[in-house]
């Protein structure tokens, strides 16, 4: 395996130092190294970040490899930064069996650019009603702790107790995708003053509100562990901040997109803004980041939502919902939160590394840039100023909001277990020499 | 201006604009032969995803009466219902070489996205999208409110008070007309159940009443609106008969208008529920004079947008075209 010495990186907490990767690990961090690596990369001005994890990742295979492959999208993850990706359930057929979630498994395995653990949906086919076999699931390969019937939320209350609790016997979690379904039927954006003036279904913050509300008691209840996936009001933030002021066992997610976009961009119908939960107002966002950056909120997921062309160059109410993130998520939350004094490179690992990783209970990731710990990290150029390209996306689809924006930052480099998946902003093929 | 796809793309001077030209335009009915040369060459179609007789009726005729050639396009039984997507429609109008296309979709934002696409290069006419908007409605119903509360060319609607009743929450033609009413200086107040407000109308440019009885002596202009069947048995309000009795027009709420008041409903009427015969056909309200309106102003908004005239030369062109 390819040996490394990174020459003053900017590591979180300390000074510019050098660190050697070699074997997989991180072996030596220290001023003026003296190793022998076969490759030396110039880091100056590079921050050094743990690899990336993202909780909350459509990668679409199988069934729709139009939109994204398995290893289209870890290549994407890889370009981003991240080390670790969750893939979500809602895939055809649905990972629901012990089958399924083995091969999206395994073909992240095959892929070799960013881990890949499969999470398993709660319910058969997505559809709410019979719990899906968990304990298989998780006995499988693929080992699954993470259970979610994203884009559908579970909303019988009996069925999301009972996967609450079933969940318990091993240490699993249920991820929410919080609305209300009878609340926001004919949904397209936001309830509020520009859905009215649009004329558009509006989807009301009340619809995940109540669900949220809903589950954190449940959760309570049986002693269990629940995730709130993207959150996007303030209401929920607030919702959140009580439970854990409770001390229950509920955790949070937002995606960058939410941390930046509002409701008003829709005034344009570009399908680019559809995404589900909708794009909210300015001030859902502001208390967003504020959650984000006390830690009511505890992770950036990107909800990496690919789609074809063709199911979003439509009109708005026949567009698909999602956007892509994995690539752009890191300069999107510098934007947001670093770049405004809310968020430090501490803290942004904190929420895009360490607690995905402690979410989702993996181990080997989420880890600090030490001595002995697995070498999977980003170099990551916080001072770059570019115009974001989606042609040059790794990702199989295109449909980002940000085409032709500038957004600040750039990832130079990223590891995996001591492998470079990309350097020097661009995708190293696995076998290749760096 | 290329394209009209929402009132608010409209301002004051485009406004009265169209208005005056309407006016010039709405001589042709009267005589004999009710045909300009204006369009001729040009090619327009109407596009439309959704049912509608009266809206696609009037801008037939008013293009033909401009002398255009008319696409007619109906999504049933055509490529449409065989799963073509709007931008494929579109990239066949561009490649026939469509000047205009004037199109209803059942779609809020539908005539936004083909304006701002690349698929088609002629202008875009919005014929009703979704619970958006219906500029072309909001046109009539101001150029009839004109001709009843202060007539004349160059003429706004200042000081005006005018009420729309009913469904503004799923109604087009709400939204179109707050904006140019407003546009036009005139003070708008919306009557309806609160089920059937759209959250944030306190933004609006506009009062909200839930009392239609409050209303009736302080206003010049009374805009019923139709409530569509489906939304009778969707919990926005308990039965037909209370609608009727809380928000439905008769002969006893028409009394309490000022005599110089009328009544406007975009049509189709729901008589018996959101308004008697004896109100439909008094002279007093205008639902079939906003039918002939309807034509002047879209051959105004036709000819603006296709003929490219400016507001100097407009009257000169029609004075001199009418009259021959």
Redesign the interface.
Known sequence: MTSYLIRNAQILGGPAQDVLIADGVIQQIGADLVADAEVEIDATGLIALPGLVDLHTHLREPGREDAETVLTGTQAAAMGGYTAVHAMANTFPVADTAGVVEQVWRLGKESGYCDVQPVGAVTVGLEGKKLAELGAMHESAAGVRVFSDDGKCVDDAVIMRRALEYVKAFDGVVAQHAQEPRLTEGA?MN??????????G?W?AVAEEAIIARDVLLAAHVGSRLHVCHVSTAGSVEIIRWAKAKGWNVTAEVTPHHLLLTDELVR???PAYKVNPPLRTAEDVQALRKALADGTIDAVATDHAPHPA?DK??????AAMGMVGLETALSVVQQAMVDTGLLNWEAVADRMSHRPARIGRLTGQGRPVSVGEPANLVLFDPAYRGTVNPESFATRSRNTPYKGLDLPGRVHATFLRGRATVLAGALVEPGEPA | MRHLVSAADLSRDDALLILDTAEELAQLSGRAVKKLPTLRGRTVVNLFFEDSTRTKTSFEVAEKRLSADVINFAAKGSSVSKGESLKDTALTLQAMGADAVVIRHHASGAPARLAQSDWLHGSVINAGDGTHEHPTQALLDAFTMRRHLNPGLGNDLAGRRITIVGDVLHSRVARSNVLLLNTLGAEVTFVAPPTLLPIGIENWPCEVSYDLDATLAKTDALMMLRVQRERMNAAFFPTEREYSRRYGMHGGRLAKLPEHAIVMHPGPMVRGMEITAEVADSPRCTAVEQVANGVSIRMAVLYLLLGGATASDTNSTNTSEAAK
């Open positions: 397209q309830e509020g003053r520009v859905s009215g003036e649009l004329g558009l509006g009301p344009s119908y570009d063709e160059d439509c009109e708005w109410a026949v």
